[in-house]
């Protein structure tokens, strides 16, 4: 499976992105689609994940509630509506496929996008 992602820009605190992520190959309800990022000297971090089959989602505690994940089965697209962005919320942006059950951690991810740029000015 290869993941195409884009939608990152520069926009100022508050404002709103919406990043995409289009993969190329079958994804399999069991699969787990996960959005990470990576800040300048920083480890690359869990952002959100959803389960392909069932929807279910899960997020960091520094998104909930401005974030959301969700996918279109039908486009083999996940998408990162993120809401109320912060300055701390710069970073590159990767998506990321896991075949198997969930994972919090980078490493637990197989197949990933190239990363999109976001970046929030205060």
């Known amino acids: 499976v290869q993941l195409q992602a884009s939608g990152g820009g520069f926009v100022q605190a508050e404002d709103s992105l919406r990043l995409s992520c289009v993969a190329s190959g079958r994804i399999f309800s069991s699969h787990i689609m996960g959005w990470f990022r990576q800040a300048p000297g920083k480890e690359r971090e869990f952002v959100a994940a959803?389960?392909?089959?069932?929807?279910?989602?899960y997020y960091a505690d520094s998104v909930k509630g401005r974030f959301t994940i969700s996918r279109d089965n039908t486009k083999n697209t996940v998408y990162l509506q993120m809401n109320s962005l912060k300055p701390e919320d710069t970073a590159i942006y990767y998506c990321a496929r896991r075949a198997g059950g969930l994972s919090y951690t980078a490493s637990g991810y197989g197949s990933w996008g190239q990363g999109t740029q976001v970046t929030v000015s205060s």
């Open positions: 959803i389960r392909w089959g069932g929807g279910n989602t």
